[in-house]
């Protein structure tokens, strides 16, 4: 008798595809194990969703597997399950949900099984070596320093940012070697938990925080609302002494890579254990690695990003999503999930509790908590000496800026860089100059395949759009008068740190942002020279304003923040007042007193008056006030359609043609087709459809019965259309 499968391959049809079992295969097919199997003129790897003894295929049809590569599932029955509900909950084909759970090195076919493990060790002419011997190196007698201290293995390498061309030149010199084992399980942390450092005192909010959350028996979700520098992460790391020492392990989320080295030490500081890592910059081999403790139990602690969702633990204990409102947890490319809302499911099929971390929680979560479904625990004291800080807005109309900043600005900078402090200047906006304008005929110099304008990067000595990736050198001459009279128009980060290294030539200056982190560990670097005082001036993007601890910023200033009041998205004022409470929340977080200075045209911007005097709690309270009487998300449900082609018009025929498929009354609404806020990108033409619907139920109903539908239109083949449900950018 012959035995077929069901598979899920990572392509975007939605459907799966029977394949016949080898007469070779010896052994029971299961649910969950990959196979490699035959499609089309290639061979893809693919899970096996189901096993039947019939198929409705021609013989002639149906082809054979290849390989099964593994024996047993790789995914454990609840993530199994997760995947398929966000396939079905997204919109998308199972193969691609159940794809995206796995680490890209599985997803080429490698072993699932725990391998061999590296580490570096000193060889016997290293012991021998003195440290002044390295006086010239000082990265390579610290290395040479801590292997003395005993091996480092591939995760202290990874966690403690070390430097690998020093690692190359110790090995290249036989000071030290690269050795490996044998990996052996070891759960002994299970048995006995070792703490490295005694946990700090809490405060009474944090006692009774932690007290409510250690209580909690199988599946609860509760938002933990705590002002910034409240100390949610001791609260953390308070319950997950209590999971640890039941012998169960811990995911934390972190929305950024750039959060995940301060957060590993955090954890690694307080736990004797091994925390597994799993983040976009790693290797796929690394990455593997940490999916592989992970699943046997032997990492107690899981730290990542987005993708470390569906990482598989052998003892599930607690899920945490540390700066759950960050709209980086929405993937944006392919499959559009949330890892908020699916780590709250994973949680539920798991029956684990989960907690949601934010100084600045989303409305989605603010709702459900108001409306009791999550508890909801709130933190509204500093932890430690730290004071709340000073706030004050300048009025820069009429006033002469230099490079964005004006003189009451310089002047607070001096005062505090006099004292010995720290200052951050944040202005989200990376380059030298957001334009190149002529100064002859007022040309601005705009993408030729996108709707905005190249952004000029002097360091790199190109213009470059940050939509589409196109780039040219820097041009000598106006391209529509012929002038040579071309200069940037606006601020960036780069030509703001120049300004500052200019007028403060005694204070170190660093830049963060993306063009400067671009190296691995370069990130890691710039952190720690800033937490040893190397750099008393600290200008950067949003990777500055998330989660960071710096004890010795005492003045913040915000420079050009204008732009996020006036946007086309529904939720720039939420986006607006978390930006503008994280960033502000990174100043006087010690004992240090801080201050926060907001540059603004608009003073009287009752959105910004509305978030001054209240703070974000309140705020947030009466803009979930307005998205209800708005019938916006939270209170309705939304579909956004995506659309883009060569020519306007076949967008708009398509998304008109799937408008008209789908029902509208009084609980179900359809808006457009419209042109999207950047209407030409890489050269294509972007029409955006909204779907709003009363009922969560009603809009998965009837996008289910109009999916097959809106596949066989003719449209549909001339363009190229996706589907984002609960969007985060509408841009």
Request: glycine share 6%; net charge positive; charged share 20%.
């Amino acid at each position: 008798m012959s035995l077929f499968v069901e598979v899920a391959l990572p392509v975007p049809m939605r459907q799966n595809f029977s394949y016949r079992v080898p007469e070779s295969y010896q052994q029971t097919p299961q649910k969950g194990v990959r196979v490699k199997v035959p499609f089309g003129r290639q061979q893809l790897i693919g899970l096996v969703t189901a096993i039947t003894d019939s198929c409705n295929l021609e013989p002639k049809q149906i082809k054979t597997v290849i390989e099964f590569i593994d024996d047993t599932p790789l995914l454990p029955e609840s993530l199994y399950t997760l995947t398929l509900w966000a396939a079905r909950y997204y919109f998308c084909s199972q193969g691609q949900m159940l794809t995206q759970a796995l680490p890209v090195a599985l997803r080429k076919g490698l072993d699932a099984a725990p391998q061999t493990l590296q580490y570096w060790q000193l060889t016997e002419v290293g012991h021998a070596i003195a440290p002044e011997a390295l006086k010239r190196a000082p990265t390579q007698k610290k290395l040479l320093d801590l292997l003395k201290l005993g091996p480092l293995s591939q995760e202290d390498v990874i966690s403690q940012a070390l430097n690998k061309a020093s690692l190359k030149a110790l090995a290249d010199k036989g000071w030290i070697a690269r050795m490996e084992k044998i990996a052996k399980l070891d759960l002994s942390w299970r048995q006995r938990l070792e703490l490295d450092e005694k946990p700090h005192k809490l405060n009474k909010e944090q006692a009774i925080a932690v007290t409510i959350l250690n209580q909690q028996q199988g599946y609860h979700c509760t938002l933990l609302e705590g002002i910034t520098g409240s100390g949610k992460t001791e609260v953390y790391l308070a319950v997950l002494e209590t999971v640890l020492k039941q012998g169960k392990q811990a995911l934390i989320l972190v929305p950024e890579i750039g959060l995940t080295p301060q957060t590993i030490n955090r954890f690694k500081r307080r736990f004797k254990v091994n925390v597994a890592v799993l983040h976009s910059g790693l290797t796929d081999n690394q990455r593997l690695e940490a999916w592989r403790q992970a699943r046997c139990g032997q990492a107690a602690i899981i730290i990542g990003t987005r993708s470390a969702l569906f990482t598989p633990m052998a003892f599930p204990g607690i899920i945490i999503l540390d700066e759950e409102h960050d709209s980086s947890f929405k993937q944006q490319e392919g499959v559009g999930y949330h890892a908020r809302d699916l780590a709250v499911m994973r949680a539920h099929l798991e029956a684990i509790p989960v907690i949601l971390g934010s100084a600045t929680p989303s409305l989605e979560s603010l709702q459900n908590a108001l409306s009791g479904r999550y508890q909801h625990l709130h933190l509204g004291e500093r932890a430690g000496a730290a004071k709340k800080v000073r706030q004050g807005i300048i009025d820069i109309k009429n006033l002469p800026l230099k490079a964005g900043m004006s003189a009451p600005l310089i002047n607070e900078i001096r005062a505090h860089l006099d004292a010995g402090n720290q200052v951050l200047l944040f202005l989200n906006r990376r380059g030298f100059a957001p334009a190149l304008l002529c100064h002859e005929c007022g040309h601005l110099h705009e993408c030729d395949r996108c709707d905005a304008f190249f952004t000029v990067h002097q360091s790199l000595g190109e213009i470059r759009c940050h939509h589409c990736g196109n780039q040219y050198a820097i041009p000598k001459q106006c391209h529509q008068c012929g002038s040579t009279m071309l200069m940037g128009q606006g601020i960036g980060t780069e030509q703001l740190a120049q300004a500052l290294q200019q007028e403060f030539p005694k204070h170190p200056v660093v830049r963060i942002d993306r063009d400067t982190t671009r190296l691995k560990g370069s990130l890691e670097q710039h952190l720690s020279a800033i937490h040893k005082g190397e750099y008393k001036i600290l200008v950067g993007t949003q990777m500055l304003a998330k989660g960071h601890h710096f004890p010795d910023v005492t003045l913040v200033g915000l420079l050009d923040v204008d732009g996020a009041l006036f946007s086309a998205d529904f939720r720039a004022p939420e986006r607006f007042g978390q930006l503008y409470t994280q960033v502000a929340g990174r100043a006087g977080r010690a004992s240090k007193p801080g201050t926060v200075l907001l540059q603004t045209h608009q003073s009287d911007n009752p959105i910004l008056r509305d978030l001054l005097h209240r703070g974000y709690g309140e705020f947030a309270r009466s803009q979930l006030k307005e998205r209800q009487q708005a019938l916006l998300p939270p209170a309705w449900h939304m579909v956004l359609v995506r659309a883009e082609a060569h020519s306007a018009a076949d967008a708009d025929s398509f998304l008109n043609a799937f408008a008209a498929l789908l029902p509208q009354d009084k609980e179900f609404e359809v808006i457009g087709p419209m042109p999207a806020p950047l209407d030409r990108k890489a050269g294509k033409f972007r029409r955006q459809l909204l779907f709003q619907a009363k009922q969560r139920q009603r809009l998965q109903q009837e996008f289910e019965r109009v999916q097959p539908l809106i596949e066989q239109l003719p449209e549909a083949k001339r363009c190229r259309w996706s589907l984002d449900r609960d969007p985060q950018d509408l841009l």
